[in-house]
């Protein structure tokens, strides 16, 4: 059970490197797309490592079941203490627990992935005069007229919810672990969970337009991943400035 402790102590000493790594090119990477590439190619080499260790994480809960198993059977007909089944059984839950850590830890990092392919894609683009707006095959965007701020998510949960019977899908409110991973500022902005081309979708794109809300629609999904198109609400996310 050691080398499943050791496995993820080695993978979060890895998933502390992309962030340490941008401080350390902080100078070299001149803009937010090259700061986003820059993550992505190190979060990549992240997620590698950790897809990895899948298998043997898996081999070693089954291993833990069947330890538990035979433990069980021999205390029934006591040839084996309590004390001896506890103790499987507690390496059972520290062998789950370690599974489950690196799969949470494989989800995070496809975040941290399809956002930095988002954020180096709209580093890249021209920006929008005020009031513009833009609908290409993989993004819709909008340079909004009218101020915005978190104070108004309530407001827009409501209605959202006043037309679709649920509340507004958030996905990431405000800053998040993912974002300080990237360096970039959300933390005026809100990410709402729904395909740009759905009904909900649509209706939020054309209610935004409507009150002069900055929005980016983001329609391209990560392969495999469990973060794909959302609507970004509030003002893009622009490189932190103190970092």
Do not use: C
């Not at 330890?67 to 203490?81: K, P, T, Y």
């Not at 949470?104 to 392919?117: H, K, S, V, W, Y």
Request: glycine share 8%.
């Amino acid at each position: 059970m050691r080398r499943a402790a050791v496995t993820v102590a080695v993978g979060l000493v890895l998933w502390a490197g992309p962030a340490a790594a941008q401080r350390r090119a902080a100078p070299a990477a001149t803009s937010p797309a090259e700061l986003a590439a820059a993550v992505t190619r190190a979060t990549q080499h992240y997620r590698d490592v950790l897809a990895r260790s899948v298998p043997i994480h898996e081999a070693q809960v089954r291993e833990a079941v069947e330890v538990v198993r035979e433990r069980r059977q021999l205390h029934v007909i006591g040839a084996l203490s309590a004390e001896a089944v506890e103790q499987a059984e507690r390496a059972l839950g520290a062998a789950q627990r370690d599974l489950d850590e690196t799969l949470t830890a494989i989800d995070e990092a496809d975040r941290l992935l399809f956002e930095a392919m988002v954020q180096e894609r709209i580093a890249r683009l021209a920006p929008l005069p005020r009031g513009g707006y833009e609908d290409t095959a993989a993004l819709v965007r909008f340079n909004g007229t009218s101020p915005w701020s978190l104070k108004n998510v309530p407001k827009l949960d409501q209605q959202f919810a006043g037309v679709f019977g649920r509340p507004l899908p958030i996905s990431s409110f405000g800053q998040t672990a993912v974002h300080d991973r990237l360096g970039f500022d959300h933390r005026a902005a809100i990410d709402v969970a729904v395909h740009p081309d759905s009904a909900e979708g649509r209706w939020l794109i054309e209610h935004l337009r409507a009150s002069g809300i900055p929005f980016i629609g983001v329609r391209a999904t990560v392969p495999g991943a469990s973060t794909g198109a959302h609507i970004h609400i509030g003002p893009p996310s622009g490189r932190l400035l103190a970092r």
